[in-house]
């Protein structure tokens, strides 16, 4: 006894026909959705390394979410209180965000922007330079 099966349907037992060009397209768009968010996860993490270049940034933390159709920028950021201050804070604010965006090809659709301004250093850790 041999079997037949159409060539075009690979899945009916829910009582829904799936063809082979659905799957493909099911595993083509998760693919496309874990190199995503592979790709915001690395543009997070150098834009965080990026802002702390500056000595007045304390801290320093970025996260970018969402999906390419609408994704969200989360950033949380100490700077310590100096001459500069106000102008690094414009460049973590307006240039950075400016930056992801065009290295990501798409506006955030929301963003979440934290900026403390620390009088005096903060307790050591990671990113954190101690002044003496």
């Known amino acids: 006894m041999t079997a037949t099966m ?3 349907v690979e899945d009916s037992t829910d009582g829904l ?3 082979s060009a659905d799957r493909a397209e099911e595993v083509a768009a998760r693919w496309a959705q874990e190199v995503w968010i592979a790709r915001a996860r690395r543009l997070a993490a150098s834009a965080e390394r990026a ?3 500056f000595p007045e940034v304390a ?3 970025f996260a970018i979410d969402g999906g390419p159709a609408a994704p969200t920028v989360d ?4 700077v310590l ?3 500069d201050t106000e102008a690094v804070i414009e460049t973590i604010t307006c240039k950075v965000v400016a930056d992801l965006e065009q290295l990501l090809d798409a506006r955030f659709a929301t963003r979440r922007i934290n900026v403390q301004v620390a009088a005096e250093p903060v307790v050591p850790g990671i990113g954190v330079v101690e002044l003496a």
């Open 17 to 19: 026909t799936t063809t």
């Open 75 to 78: 950033i949380d950021c100490t």
């Open 81 to 83: 209180s100096g001459e």
């Open 51 to 53: 802002v702390l270049v």
């Open 59 to 61: 801290s320093a933390r």
């Open 6 to 8: 159409h060539p075009h």
